[in-house]
């Protein structure tokens, strides 16, 4: 695969690079990685997870979607109630990722414009589906075979059922499909070491270094 210089190069900019993969691909671990190297890791997920308790706007509009229910009186998220209501009902989480994905991409924006570094990653598991990538220089996948990433996930997801997991991956992405529309990829699937991965593909994007267009 060719490579060439990106043109961001004139006005320094960080490139923005998106770093995704299937549930239990090992995404936030590589990712830990590449933050001991100096580099900043924007996780949409979590900051997801803060924007629904700390963004007034996109508060009010889950409100006016799913009603009243879905906060406590206090302010904090009824999440098992909202869980349920989205849960297995593609419509419905739809709804709710079309109003949760345009904040986090207005947040990301805005840490974005903070930042010193010559890339910076955003770590999202929905990169493709929500179409965020279209913002972004390139994309990193994290890819590990289906079993161990199921068996990863239960491990650490002990408040999931097999069940659970398995309708979760039905519903991303293909690996397939996720890796092509990639320009890079990352294996982890405990036969292939991990570190000198992730140093080769920082050099290269040290050096501005993206697949060439086509």
Same mark, same amino acid.
């Given at each position: 695969?060719?490579?060439?210089?990106? #043109?961001?190069?004139?006005?320094?900019?960080?490139?923005?690079?998106?770093?995704? /993969?299937?549930? /239990? =691909?090992?995404?936030?671990?590589?990712?830990?990685?590449?933050? +001991?190297?100096?580099?900043?890791?924007?996780?949409? #997920?979590?900051?997801?997870?803060?924007? !629904?308790?700390?963004?007034?706007?996109?508060?009010?509009?889950?409100?006016?979607?799913?009603?009243?229910?879905?906060?406590?009186?206090? /302010?904090?998220?009824?999440?098992?109630?909202?869980? +349920?209501?989205?849960?297995?009902?593609?419509?419905? !989480?739809?709804?709710?990722?079309?109003?949760?994905?345009?904040?986090?991409?207005?947040?990301?924006?805005?840490?974005?414009?903070?930042?010193?570094?010559?890339?910076?990653?955003?770590?999202?598991?929905?990169?493709?589906?929500?179409?965020?990538?279209?913002?972004?220089?390139? $994309?990193?996948?994290?890819? =590990?075979?289906?079993?161990?990433? !199921?068996?990863?996930?239960?491990?650490?997801?002990?408040?999931?059922?097999?069940?659970? $997991?398995?309708?979760?991956?039905?519903?991303?992405?293909?690996?397939?499909?996720?890796?092509?529309?990639?320009?890079?990829?990352?294996?982890?699937?405990?036969?292939? !070491? $991990?570190?000198?991965?992730?140093?080769?593909?920082?050099?290269?994007?040290?050096?501005?270094?993206?697949?060439?267009? /086509?």
């Amino acid at each position: 695969m060719t490579s060439q210089k990106h #043109d961001k190069t004139a006005d320094n900019k960080p490139l923005k690079i998106g770093i995704t /993969g299937g549930i /239990g =691909a090992g995404k936030s671990t590589v990712c830990k990685i590449f933050a +001991a190297l100096g580099i900043p890791v924007y996780d949409a #997920d979590s900051r997801a997870k803060r924007l !629904l308790v700390e963004d007034s706007e996109l508060m009010e509009q889950i409100r006016a979607a799913f009603g009243g229910e879905a906060y406590f009186p206090e /302010g904090g998220l009824n999440r098992v109630w909202l869980a +349920a209501q989205v849960f297995s009902k593609p419509d419905q !989480l739809a709804q709710l990722n079309k109003l949760v994905h345009p904040r986090v991409g207005l947040d990301f924006e805005s840490w974005y414009q903070q930042q010193e570094a010559p890339y910076v990653l955003k770590e999202a598991a929905l990169l493709f589906e929500a179409g965020s990538y279209k913002s972004l220089d390139a $994309v990193i996948t994290v890819t =590990a075979p289906q079993p161990l990433r !199921l068996r990863r996930t239960l491990m650490r997801d002990e408040h999931r059922s097999r069940e659970q $997991v398995e309708d979760i991956m039905q519903r991303q992405l293909p690996e397939e499909e996720r890796i092509q529309r990639s320009q890079f990829k990352i294996v982890n699937d405990e036969h292939s !070491l $991990v570190l000198p991965q992730v140093l080769r593909l920082h050099r290269q994007l040290l050096r501005r270094e993206l697949p060439a267009a /086509g």
